[in-house]
């Protein structure tokens, strides 16, 4: 933390009107550039590489294969959509020779040329291609923090299939999986629910995943009996809950936040590009497709607002930016000498370990830090604790104390 | 392979001039989206994210810590530093209430401003940031593919100090190792010179890596004798060697391409954004900077114009996508079961291993693919060789044809 510049701050910034943004902004984690425009300090960039590294392991075990595509889009390929002249918010840049491009919100235009070039038989397909990759969109709105960006990370998965729609609903069904395993990962899995959406003009349904809370900005209407939800925009349109029948009476309105959306495009983007594949029997088809979306610095904030309390940030443990925070009490030199050698040992193991080895920090000050920061496991290294031959472990999300010798701690983690 | 929607060409596309994107699309490692606008295709992101880790391993032993900032930025910012007018290639965007932003080409406007929050002290220096982030150039000349980007992958590191000119010269030496190690473990350390280039207007030099090859937009003026250069925008000041004080008339006129640069920025930017810090005597001072790029996907081209020859690509190990790429040549159930255990053994190893499984491919084009393709080691699995219980092992950059038996393969990588 000595070599670590960036400073946590008592007061949360005047600017700042989400829970979310206001103790990242306080604990060092992001700063933000202008509305729904935030840089990633080293503490928020480790939680948001432990996120990828979660949709990304995800992603691999469905057999999808990651690519990057980029953020300047030719006018032509939204042309072609016709969604150059309807997204209101679309950010557009002109180049000096009079060149118009998109900057990416969503990457239909993009990927779907570029699968043209591989795709032509039955045999090509299914496929499916990831990114992890920074969009663009003109938010009016953006007041929420990282719930709502200008520019915000996010994976969108494609997927190509035949006209088979039992295989493409198969197939579907998968990623329902993946996305649940995802968002139990980073910790939300308890309060996240499958959301009954609308599916256009071409589905009966498009799926999101909304995660129950009161800083969210949508509306679900949850069923307790089988934990599924339906959104807004179609709970006047059905009678039942989808899942398991249940009378729309009995469904509960709650606020959420959608963390994932998932959208069978059937052959809307296909027929646009003319993406077809020669089936079996010959014939030339149009190919289906499905995409799925999960903003990562959305899914970030959404984290904090559901483990956040009055001391700070507490992060489930496969997204914290470390897993033990090592909270020096003391300068002596008996003291330094046992919390650098705590240090380097759980290095050495492999443990991701934050440690306060700041000088002229007074004890209340650290203390304080180390809840508002909110790594998982706190270890207190004090005079009184290295005289007794054990230390003080502090669980940040229960708050129990307990006493461990170093043994035991290096034992736990190794 | 057979997973991999992506397929080899025979033809370099017309639209691709320069022997790294012709050679890289026809591989499917990329694919053109624009002029300068690239999409990194599954196997062409590997080897970015080798690039990555490289540098960024390079970057943490030099101790500083990675952010990541945005690519949307106020107009306010580059006001600031007289840039907003001046800088010919920025991109500029406004959205709907009027506001303007540039997309970033570098980001010495965000970073300056940023650091200001953190430091205030002479107890806070010296402190480095760096990232690994997309930057935007309107570049108007963008016909050497991957070496000249619009919209392209860099690593930005910015240092900070106080007045203390030494120190802040042992600290730019300490890059330079850096740079050196990150260009030899890319492959063309042996081909990449430094050279002195330009300080503009308030440093004596700055420092470009140049790599020298025929395809270079550059041209430098080296020094056999100790192996620096001068660049051709100062070579005219010049009469001898800043190396090693050789007369000028000694240097060799060559072509190159700038894979990175390092510059001492003074006090320009902490000028502009009034970064000060409180030094020992109490008095307010001028952060001192210096700032250190290298262009990931530029990096990537460079090694292709290096080591590429009339059969395609040819990877260093450690940027190679995969290390080694077995190919089945037949298909009988033998042949099959040899190749997809040796696969499966070896990925067992942690070896990154390419498997051409497919079926209905020629043998003739499956040695063509894995010469275009360029893994360092190819394993060839015939029924001849199954037979003989041995495997075919060529070296790519070589052409160097060795038998193995099963264990030394898996010892070899063990």
Redesign the interface.
Known sequence: MS?????TRKETPKDEQSLNAGLLVRAGYV?K??AG??????L??RV?KNIETIIREEMNAL?A??????????KENWEKTGRWGTM?DL???T???G?EFA?GPTHEE?IVP??Q???SSYK?LP?A?YQIQ?K?R?E?RAKSGLLRG??FRMKDLYSFHTDDEKAFSLYYDRVKEAYKNIFRRAGIGEVTHLTFASGGSFSEYSHEFQTITDAGEDTIYLCDACGVAINDEIIATQTKCPGCGADKQSLRKVRSIEVGNIFPLKTKFSEAFGLSYKDRDGSDKLVRMGCYGIGLGRLMGTIVEIHADEKGLSWPSEVAPFSTHIVRIGDTLHVRQEADSLYTELSHRNEDVFYDDRDDVSAGAKFADSELIGVPRVVIVSEKNVAKGEYEVKERATGTVSFAKKEDLLRATG
């Not at 070599?3 to 400073?7: A, D, K, S, Y």
């Open positions: 070599e670590l510049r960036t400073r700063d550039l202008s425009v935030y840089s990633y300090l080293p928020g960039l948001l057999g294969h990651e690519l990057l595509l980029p953020a300047l889009h030719p209101d950010y557009k840049v180049d000096t020779s060149r900057l993009i570029l699968v070039k591989f795709i090509d496929t291609l920074d663009f003109m009016l200008r520019e």
